[in-house]
């Protein structure tokens, strides 16, 4: 059997795209990979791409060059979560306060990672974890 | 400044969660690493955790031992996508055949990957792709 490497897109949808792009490229500092007005593309670490859509822009097919894009969208405060390492934790929160992002939950898990949960623009529930949380990190 | 290292947890949001992890675990042959009555936590590759939410399960604020979950909930053809080996395509492509999975889209992307697009049970569209679609991929 074929197996599967790794998740390679995860996506987020939101409703002002100009103001989750500036979100996530200034607070988080993530690469745009690919950015237009219905979507953008950001590079984490040269490992996953995060991929905000406009909400509704995407809901239709899309042909392209070489095939068909099928529809999708999405509501509601999703959740998602990046890999922080354990000494970075603390410069995290300075980040996070600095731009005035409220940390609206931490919690500590029993194989020892921490937490920090906040909201984006959109209110999607973003995590950032420190290792100890899953048997695989 | 402190620095994303990864991708680590990517959320759907289902309607059936039983039906949903029947299909993660022998379609996709993903791993369970946690699962009780309102999610269900699979390990991609030790390199990712995909999560499957019931959907309005997590809508409230869930405490925990540690801290406590902030709420999140989510509605939509949400779209995520898999990486896979270039090698591995045809028996992807095997593997959704022999469980009836259609192939919605196969799309050629310019710098020579390929991806093939599926619905998962609750109509999520799910992407494998073999390197050769972003800069970084």
Same mark, same amino acid.
């Given at each position: 059997m074929p197996k599967l490497q790794a998740v390679l897109e995860t996506a987020l949808y939101v409703d002002d795209l100009a103001r989750a792009k500036t979100f996530y490229e200034t607070v988080l500092e993530l690469r745009v990979l690919r950015a237009d007005s219905r979507f953008c593309a950001f590079d984490v670490n040269g490992r996953n791409v995060l991929l905000l859509f406009?909400? %509704? %822009?995407?809901?239709k097919a899309m042909p392209m060059p070489g095939g068909v894009i099928p529809p999708h969208d999405g509501a509601g405060p999703l959740h998602m979560a990046f890999a922080i390492s354990a000494q970075d934790l603390s410069a995290w929160e300075a980040a996070l306060a600095k731009y005035g992002i409220a940390i609206e939950s931490r919690v500590t898990w029993p194989r020892g990672g921490t937490s920090l949960y906040f909201r984006d623009p959109d209110g999607h529930a973003i995590e950032l974890a420190t290792p100890g949380l899953w048997e695989i990190y």
């Open positions: 406009k909400r %509704g %822009g995407s809901a």
